[in-house]
């Protein structure tokens, strides 16, 4: 009876903090996991949109993006890591764009967490941002995705069917643009 | 005892429930590794200002990180000042805040005014923590000695004796244009600031 009982609380417990309402524990994703349930608002620019092959307007989720694998980096205006790695993943969007094998397939977003749209906006204009950026003033996404401190970069693949998965994730800066970009490629079998 | 096992299942619960809030919430940079203290949420503010917008702003003189002395009267006359208090090296929303106005120099020159940092930590302790920031363009000062004494004249001094996270803008008169005493828990939104300083430009 004791057991059963402890059981019981245990299950309830755990339902109440790791079930959906209770949010993820803190953490990067697991690799081969799903992304959390979460919208992003609809760029209005015009060149944003088409580069994410995405149409209307209001919110979107990831898995939308027309892509094979979408790389997710969160980011905060004001991390030193984040202001210095800049002009890295500016050159890994270079790198795909110029790659006739990657461009289209894969596509890259930033998330400003604890950004307002007028920091996210610094930080594009500062660091000359080439790929969509998106704020998330509240740190509601930030809670989301396991409250990882930033840079943090995840990979996402995209099936025909519109199903996802976890393919990268990765805490913290990365040492080199090459070797990042061969990693998300070889994780998305695109080569 | 299944009493028992029910208050103890139900406050292990209720600590666990809370501990996630007690976790930061706060965009740490990856920068500072493990080195930040989390002092865990915080009293939104625990002082009384004793200067208001429209009055003089107290001068001080204080000793920076990069050995000079400043004082705000230096800046009559030539530049808009902002003060911005931080409450203590080393702690998770102060460490990000001054990173951010460090990339914004230009918005600052653009409306003809200058910032400096301050906080109550001595300068060794200010030297380390500023050196993870990446080379900052404005002065970090620090009101250690006498203890918070710049804070104190402001009003801005907590009662456990760290600062406020709190913004003062002051204009060339010397005259305080805008005071923002932030809920320390939370770092204030640059456009706000950005916006008061704007206004100052035109003249409102």
Known sequence: ??????????????????????????????????????????????????????????????????????????????????????????????????????????????????????????????????????????????KLLGEVRTPYFIGVKIGPDGSHHVIYSRLGAFESVEKFLDEIVKASDLK | MKKRLMIISCLVGAVLLIMPEVRSVFALSDAYKDNIYNPGSLKATDSVLKVKVGGKAPDFRLKAVSGETVSLDRFRGKKNVVISFVPAAWTPVCSDQWPGYNIVREMFDANDAILLGITVDNIPTLFSWTNQMGKLWFPVLSDFWPHGA????????????????????????????YIDVHDINQRPSLGVLMGELEKLKRGK
């Open chain 1, 1 to 142: 009876m004791m057991r059963r009982m402890l059981w019981f609380f245990l299950l309830t417990w755990g339902l109440v903090l790791f079930g959906p309402a209770g949010g993820r524990p803190a953490g990067p994703l697991p690799v081969g996991g799903k992304l959390p349930d979460f919208t992003l608002g609809m760029p209005k620019d015009a060149a944003e949109k088409s580069y994410l092959g995405l149409s209307g307007s209001g919110a979107f989720k990831i898995p939308q993006i027309r892509a094979k694998t979408v790389i997710v980096e969160i980011f905060s205006m004001y991390c030193p890591y984040c202001q210095k790695e800049a002009p890295d993943v500016n050159r890994v969007y270079e790198k795909i764009e110029a790659d006739p094998a990657l461009r289209g397939k894969i596509k890259l977003l930033g998330i400003g967490v604890g950004n307002s749209a007028f920091e996210v906006g610094v930080f594009r204009k500062k660091y000359n941002i080439l790929f969509p950026l998106f704020p998330d003033g509240d740190f509601a996404l930030h």
């Open chain 2, 150 to 177: 710049v804070a104190k004249k402001y009003g801005v001094l907590r009662s456990d004796g760290v600062a406020e996270r709190a913004l003062f803008v002051i204009d060339k008169k010397g005259i305080i244009r």
